[in-house]
T-cell receptor, first 110, second 111 residues
Framework: SQQGEEDPQALSIQEGENATMNCSYK?????LQWYRQNSGRGLVHLIL?????REKHSGRLRVTLDTSKKSSSLLITASRAADTASYFC??????????FGTGTRLTVIP | KAGVTQTPRYLIKTRGQQVTLSCSPI?????VSWYQQTPGQGLQFLFE???????NKGNFPGRFSGRQFSNSRSEMNVSTLELGDSALYLC??????????FGAGTRLSVL
C-alpha cells in the first residue's frame, strides 16, 4: 500500500498549546500537502510544500519536509478549540496521484 | 465561486443494487477526482478525470466506474453493491490536479 502513515493517531491538548503531527511516506514525491477534515465532511486544503522546499509557514501553521527521511511534520501553534479536527497529509507522486495518510485526530480542550 | 457540490448527500441501498453519485466541480476546474473514505481503509483514491478522460485510476475493482462530461461535471457508478462499499465518497476538483477542493461527500450505506 502507498498510503502514508501518520502519528500520533490521536492527540489531545489544551487550548493555547502547540500541536505537532508527523507523516511518513514510501516513495518519491512532487509535493506534500496537509488537509483538515471536520466530522466526516469534506477535506479542506491547508498548505502545500514542494519536494525542493524544506519548510513553509502559513499563519499558525508550520510544515517541514525531509525528503531523505521521507517524512513531514505539521505544527499548529497557539491552538484553539476550533482547530479540533482530523488532519491528513497527502503526497503527490509523479503520476499526479494523491495518496493520503491515515490521519491524526486532534482535540483541543478549551 | 460556488464550491464543489455532491449529490445526494446520503444514500441507502441494498446489496446487489447499483448506485450513481454526482459531482459538480468548481467553475473552471477541469480535474475531478473521487475518493472513498472508510474507518478501516482510510482515504483511498478511486480515479481522476481531466477534460473528459480518465487520467489516473486507483486500485479498485471494475465495479467502480466514472465519467466526466464536457461541462466537467462527473458521475461515479458502483454496480453490484457489497456491504463493504459502505463509505463516505468524496469528490474533489482542481484546476490542474495539484491542490484538491473537496465537496462535502456522499455517505453511502449498503444494507
Amino acid at each position: 500500500s502507498q498510503q502514508g502513515e501518520e502519528d500520533p493517531q490521536a492527540l489531545s491538548i489544551q487550548e493555547g498549546e502547540n500541536a505537532t503531527m508527523n507523516c511518513s511516506y514510501k516513495t518519491s514525491i512532487n509535493n506534500l500537502q496537509w488537509y483538515r477534515q471536520n466530522s466526516g465532511r469534506g477535506l479542506v486544503h491547508l498548505i502545500l510544500i514542494r519536494s525542493n522546499e524544506r519548510e513553509k509557514h502559513s499563519g499558525r501553521l508550520r510544515v517541514t519536509l525531509d525528503t531523505s527521511k521521507k517524512s513531514s511534520s505539521l505544527l499548529i501553534t497557539a491552538s484553539r478549540a476550533a482547530d479540533t479536527a482530523s488532519y491528513f497529509c497527502a503526497y503527490e507522486t509523479g503520476a499526479n496521484n494523491l495518496f493520503f495518510g491515515t490521519g491524526t485526530r486532534l482535540t483541543v480542550i478549551p | 465561486k460556488a464550491g464543489v457540490t455532491q449529490t445526494p448527500r446520503y444514500l441507502i441501498k441494498t446489496r446487489g443494487q447499483q448506485v450513481t453519485l454526482s459531482c459538480s466541480p468548481i467553475s473552471g476546474h477541469r480535474s475531478v477526482s473521487w475518493y472513498q473514505q472508510t474507518p478501516g481503509q482510510g482515504l483511498q483514491f478511486l480515479f481522476e478525470y481531466f477534460s473528459e478522460t480518465q487520467r489516473n485510476k486507483g486500485n479498485f475493482p471494475g465495479r467502480f466506474s466514472g465519467r466526466q462530461f464536457s461541462n466537467s461535471r462527473s458521475e461515479m457508478n458502483v454496480s453490484t453493491l457489497e456491504l463493504g462499499d459502505s463509505a463516505l465518497y468524496l469528490c474533489a476538483s482542481s484546476p490542474d490536479g495539484d491542490i484538491q477542493y473537496f465537496g462535502a461527500g456522499t455517505r453511502l450505506s449498503v444494507l
